[in-house]
């Protein structure tokens, strides 16, 4: 799913659904989920990999691992 989109894309609706029960499954869910989620977008992360974001409500945002939701670290 991660590379089906362009850096800087909103992920679609269709996918926010699966990454938001990934991101439940996520070891810091609570801490990086904050005041809520907007939308998820692709953007880029440590040394130039590319990753899921999170935006919030606030205007903050948190980027996530993936297989921290899928193994727990």
């Known amino acids: 799913m991660l590379h089906r989109y362009d850096l800087g894309d909103k992920v679609s609706a269709s996918d926010a659904v699966i990454l938001r029960a990934a991101l439940d499954r996520h070891p810091d869910a609570g801490v990086k989920i904050g005041c809520g989620i907007t939308h998820f977008s692709v953007r880029t992360a440590d040394f130039g ?25």
């Not at 990999?49 to 670290?73: I, Q």
């Open 49 to 73: 990999t590319r990753c899921f974001w999170l935006n919030r409500p606030d205007g903050t945002t948190e980027k996530f691992s993936h297989t921290a939701c899928v193994y727990g670290t």
